[in-house]
């Protein structure tokens, strides 16, 4: 196990389409969020699961946006009809509680 | 109402001198702070953590301090090398937020040859 795994790494799609990224975390660990980067701020929180519960998903987090980790192994996060300024980098992480947080290397979506 | 805040966007340092990155959060609760590097389309790489009961930490060339009172933390980064050239991030956490990370903007550091 090399750490936490992001497919794809880029994704350019047009607007109004439904992309999904997918999350392979560290084997061990059981708490898994989802962060989106825009350019000049730090990462922002969207949603973690712990297992397979989602426990809490950030306001940011629209109606749009779909998170699920079904058999608390890897998590998938789905954007329906995408907008512009859904581009951002998307940020995966795993973490056992109260530990420190591994992150993957992202997804980049480019929303034209 | 940002919790951690990194006011420098940038800091350029000649290579071999100290780089010194600051980061303030006002949340008194938080207990657990971390350093993280970042490199262009990656993601954040954890680079050194302290926890509230100390107030300095050391690994290698990277040493985290932190000041409760002041509610202040900096990382300092000595001798500052060409590979040094990331973004960092101070993060923080306390049980009342779940142990979520809640992030600062960065500091882009330029390390000059």
């Known amino acids: 196990d090399t750490g936490v795994s992001q497919d794809p790494r880029h994704k350019i799609t047009k607007r109004g389409q439904n992309v999904t990224f997918r999350c392979d975390p560290i084997?061990?660990?059981?708490?898994l969020y989802w962060y989106r980067q825009t350019l000049g701020q730090g990462p922002e929180f969207l949603t973690y699961?712990?297992?397979?519960?989602?426990?809490?998903k950030s306001r940011l987090l629209s109606d749009r946006f779909s998170a699920e980790r079904p058999k608390g192994s890897f998590s998938t996060l789905e954007i329906q009809r995408t907008e512009q300024g859904d581009s951002a980098m998307y940020l995966c992480a795993s973490s056992l509680i109260s530990a420190g947080y591994t992150f993957g290397s992202g997804t980049r979506l480019t929303v034209v | 109402d940002q919790q951690v805040k990194q006011n420098s966007p940038s800091l350029s340092v000649q290579e071999g001198r100290i780089s010194i990155l600051n980061c303030d959060y006002t949340?008194?609760?938080?207990?657990?702070f971390l350093w993280y590097k970042k490199y262009p389309a990656e993601g954040p790489t954890f680079l050194i953590s302290?926890?509230?009961i100390k107030d300095k930490n050391e690994d290698g060339r990277f040493t985290v301090f932190l000041n409760k009172s002041a509610k202040h933390l900096s990382l300092h980064i000595v001798p500052s090398q060409p590979g040094d050239s990331a973004v960092y991030f101070c993060a923080a956490s306390g049980e009342d937020s779940n142990y979520q990370l809640i992030w600062g903007a960065g500091t882009k550091l330029i390390i000059k040859p």
């Open positions: 699961f712990q297992n397979e519960a989602q426990l809490e």
């Open positions: 949340n008194s609760m938080f207990d657990y």
């Open positions: 084997s061990e660990h059981n708490r």
């Open positions: 302290i926890s509230s």
